[in-house]
C-alpha cells in the first residue's frame, strides 16, 4: 500500500527550512504554506476558496439511516517499518473501524501533531503513503488540522485520523447480535504487524523481513455483506492481538467462546521472532486480520467468499460460541489440553499502531 | 462551561496507580479499565456490549443532503487556563467548526495521546470538562481513542475531537458566497483566550484574571440562521486572531476587505498584557469570537440577533468587503491612517490551542 516516495521531491524546497518549525502551527504563512504544498497536494483538497472549517459530506443520493463515526491516534515508533508507515496505519486502522461495524467508510479527517525539527521530506512521505492508503481503501481524506509542538514533546509525528461511513442495511453487526452456535472466522494469519515493527526495534534479522500485514479490510467486509451472509458481528484483532478481541467479546456478551489453537494461523517466521522475545503470538497486534460471527450452517460459505479477496487467502474457522454463559475464552490448545485466555494485565508491546 | 471537578474523586482509587502507565494503551485490562471508569462514566457511553469499533450515528427523521465533518487536535500548554481546560477547548472548538460552516453540530469523537505518569485524576478532571463542554454545546461525545507514549514524549495529555454535524439548508456558507459590498460582523472583543494563557505562562498579575472566552458559538450561529438573514460566510477567529481570518478570507476570494480598528472591541487588561508582551490583539487568537459576511442591507439586523445571545453581547459591523479585487486586508487605524494587514510569517503565540 506504501507509495514508493523516497524520490519524490518534497513540494517545499528544502534549502528553505527542511524542517518542522513552531510557526508552521501558528496560524501564519508558514502553516499556509504546509498546507498548500504538502497536505492540499497529497490530498488532492478542493481549492482554497472552497475549502472551509468543516468538510461538506453529500449524502444526496445515498439511501440510509445510519451514518458509522470512528477515531483513532497513532503513535507507532518507528515511523516507517517493513509493510507500511504511521500513514498507511492512520488510513487502514479507521477504514478497518468503519468496516468492522458493518459499514461502508467513505471520508476520513486527518489531525497531525508535528514535532518541531520533523524533516519536511518525512511528513511529504508520510502524506504520500496516506493519500496511496485512501485511494487503495476507497475513502477521501476530506478535512484535518495540524499542530506543532516543542522539540522532545513529542515523536516526530502523532496522527489522528476519525472517519465517517455509511450502513447501507439495518442489520445490527456487533457483539449484542452474537448467538450460542455462532461459527468464529479467522481472515488470515495473526502476529505480522506487532512482530514488525518490534522485529525493527530489536534489530532482528530474519531471512526475509517480516512486513506488518497492514491493509484496508473494507474490500473483504464488503464481499461478505454483499453475499447473503448473516454477519452477527466483527472485529479486527489490532491491540492486544486476537486474544484480547476474543476476550473482549465473550466478556461483554456473557457466552463462553471455544478456539482450537490449532486452526489460528502463524508465519514461521512471525513465531520464530515470538519464541526469541518471549511473545505469545495471540496477543500480538495484527493490522489486517480480523474475526466475523456467522451462524454455523454459513461458515464454509463465508470462509469461501473471504478467502476470494486477495487480503484473506487463509480465511477459515477458528472456533465457536459455547451454550455456557461463562464469559470467558477457553484455548484448546495443539496437544489437546484446554486453557483459560486472559486480558494482559501489563503491556506486551508498546506503541505498535 | 468548566465542571468544577477539583473535588469529585477519580472513579479509579488512586491508591492502586495515581498515574498513566504504558499498559493503560495496551488493549490489555488497564486500557479496559480506563476507558470504563472515566471515558464511559464521564461521557455517558452505551454499556460495553452495545459498544463498538465505530459509533453508529441515527440520522433517521433528519432531512439533510449534506454533513459537516470536521476536526482538530489540541496540545495547549498549561492544560489549565482561567475560564477552561484543554477539554472545554477541545470540545468548543470543532463545535466552533462546524458552527461556522453553517450546520449543526452533533456528534463528537475524543482521541487522546496521553503521557507515562500523567496524573488519573487530572485527566478525570479534562474528561468532566470535556462532558459539561459537549452538554451546553448540545453535542454527545460518542466514541473514542486512548493510546499512551512513554515519559518525556508528550506533553501530559494531547486531544483529538472530531465532529459530525448536519446543513439543515442548502445554502452554501463560505468564502466562495462572500459578494463586494458584504458587511463584516464581529461577535464580540477580542484577544481573551491568548492573553488568558500568555498571562497565566508569563505569571502577569492584573486586578482581575483575564478568562479566555472559550464557548460553543453554536447558539449564537443557529439564531442567525434560524432568523431570514443571509448568513455568506462564517469563521472562528482562532490561531493567528481576527488579523489572519481575514487575510485568509480576503486571499481566498480576491477582494479586498476593509475594517475600522476603532469598531473592534478589546477589554482593557487585554489590551494592558498585549502592551506588556508587545503583541497585536489583531493577530492574539480567540476560542469564543467570530466574523460573519452578510449583505449590508441586513448587517444591523444581523449584529441585533447576535446580541441577543449570551456569547455575542457585543456583535457589531467592523467591515466592509470592497469593490476593489486586490484580495488584501486594509485597516483604518484610531487615528485615521490606513495600512495593509498581512499573515505574520513567524510564531506569536505558540501553542495556545
Known amino acids: 500500500m506504501t ?154 509525528v502523532y496522527i489522528n485520523t476519525a472517519g465517517v461511513g455509511v450502513f447501507e442495511h439495518d442489520c445490527v453487526i456487533g457483539p449484542q447480535s452474537i448467538r450460542p452456535g455462532d461459527a468464529i472466522l479467522l481472515s488470515g494469519d495473526i502476529g505480522r504487524h506487532g512482530m514488525a515493527i518490534m522485529a525493527q526495534r530489536e534489530g532482528l534479522e530474519f531471512e526475509t523481513t517480516i512486513e506488518s500485514d497492514c491493509v484496508s479490510l473494507a474490500g473483504a467486509v464488503r464481499r461478505l455483506l454483499d453475499s447473503n451472509v448473516d454477519v452477527h458481528c466483527m472485529r479486527d484483532a489490532t491491540r492486544g492481538g486476537l486474544a484480547s478481541v476474543l476476550v473482549e467479546i465473550a466478556s461483554a456478551i456473557g457466552q463462553t467462546v471455544r478456539i482450537d489453537e490449532q486452526s489460528i494461523p502463524v508465519r514461521d517466521q512471525v513465531a520464530a521472532a515470538c519464541e526469541i522475545l518471549g511473545l505469545d503470538p495471540m496477543y500480538v497486534a495484527n493490522e489486517g486480520c480480523f474475526v466475523a460471527f456467522v451462524p454455523a450452517d454459513q461458515a464454509e460459505q463465508a470462509a469461501a467468499i473471504l478467502r476470494k479477496d486477495p487480503t484473506c487467502p487463509d480465511a477459515r474457522q477458528i472456533g465457536v460460541v459455547d451454550d455456557a454463559a461463562e464469559g470467558v475464552v477457553v484455548l484448546k490448545s495443539r496437544i489437546g489440553s484446554e486453557r483459560l485466555i486472559d486480558l494482559l494485565s501489563g503491556e506486551q508491546l508498546p506503541r505498535i499502531c
Not at 504554506?33 to 478542493?46: G, H, T, V
Request: a negative charge; one cysteine or more.
Open 3 to 156: 507509495l514508493d516516495v523516497q524520490n519524490i521531491a518534497c513540494p517545499i524546497p528544502l534549502s528553505d527550512y527542511p524542517t518542522i518549525l513552531m510557526a508552521h502551527g501558528g496560524g501564519g504563512r508558514l502553516m499556509h504554506q504546509l498546507i498548500e504544498r504538502i497536505f492540499a497536494a497529497a490530498f488532492k483538497l478542493p481549492p482554497d476558496r472552497e475549502r472551509h472549517d468543516s468538510a461538506a459530506l453529500d449524502i444526496k443520493g445515498i439511501s440510509t439511516n445510519r451514518l458509522a463515526f470512528t477515531t483513532d491516534s497513532f503513535v507507532v515508533r518507528p515511523l516507517f517499518f517493513a509493510g507500511g508507515d504511521i500513514g498507511t496505519l492512520a488510513v487502514n486502522g479507521t477504514v478497518n473501524d468503519i468496516a468492522m461495524a458493518g459499514a461502508y467508510p467513505l471520508w476520513l479527517s486527518a489531525g497531525f501533531i508535528l514535532e518541531e525539527g520533523l524533516p519536511l521530506q518525512t511528513l511529504w512521505q508520510i502524506a504520500c503513503s496516506m493519500s496511496a492508503a485512501a485511494a487503495a481503501a476507497g475513502v477521501t481524506i476530506v478535512t484535518g488540522d495540524t499542530k506543532v509542538v516543542d522539540r522532545g514533546k513529542g515523536d516526530g
